[in-house]
């Protein structure tokens, strides 16, 4: 059915073609009551031509929020997608919220001796591994080159899990490769808080443990911030 043809009448069905400018084709199917007139159709076919371009802006509008909250190298969500989701943390009404950065240890010496490509398949392999220990809640993003950051809205993620999650090789390129990571956590109510904070306390106890004890987990203390 091509739009040069016109719709195509079966009875008390027709069907409608529409192919926007952007190359996507639209069908739509209706059933009517009564034979329809020349007016008829040509009145249903300004309705089809308006319905065919609201769809086509929705698809549009789809694809600027894929470009916006997802990291186009690798496919995950990204910093947006994480700043959002804290966000709303911060303004619902959990009393215990979980937010953490894993940080992968050796990462830029990955970089330099197998490439960019070889990097992000690590980080994929351990985005992987992270999303089967989590619940369908919790979100995991990509916050920095080498580093995930991820929310659990109930507090109830087991930090132990995400490291254990580097026990065993990862598969990458086709090869095992052993990945270390260092994890920093702020555990608490998010109430009449700000996500910039907790964010950068995530971060600062991240920063700390890598100092510290890289390949370790540790979480925010409020004598790291009066050190600071």
Not at 76 to 102: H, I, K, Y
């Amino acid at each position: 059915l091509q739009n040069e043809q016109g719709p195509l009448i079966s009875g008390d069905k027709i069907v409608f073609s529409h192919k926007s400018e952007t190359g996507r084709r639209l069908l739509i199917y209706f059933v009517h009551e009564h034979s329809l007139s020349r007016q008829d159709i040509v009145l249903t076919e300004v309705f089809v031509t308006n319905l065919a371009i609201c769809f086509d802006n929705l698809a549009l509008i789809a694809e600027l929020g894929e470009l916006a909250f997802i990291d186009q190298r690798v496919g995950l969500p990204n910093q947006n997608a994480f700043d959002r989701e804290l966000m709303e943390v911060t303004r619902g009404e959990s009393d215990n919220a979980l937010v953490a950065m894993v940080a992968i240890e050796d990462a830029a010496e990955f970089v330099v001796a197998f490439g960019v490509t070889y990097f992000e398949g690590i980080i994929n392999a351990v985005y992987e591994r992270l999303r089967m220990v989590s619940e369908d809640h919790v979100l995991v993003a990509r916050v920095g080159e080498y580093t995930l950051g991820l929310i659990d809205s109930t507090g109830a993620f087991d930090v132990s899990a995400a490291q254990k999650i580097f026990d065993q090789p990862f598969e990458v390129a086709g090869s095992p490769v052993v990945v270390q990571a260092t994890i920093g956590v702020v555990r608490g109510s998010p109430k009449g808080r700000r996500s910039s904070d907790i964010q950068r306390a995530a971060r600062l106890t991240l920063l700390k443990q890598k100092q510290k004890a890289p390949g370790s987990a540790a979480e925010f203390e409020p004598s790291m911030a009066h050190e600071v």
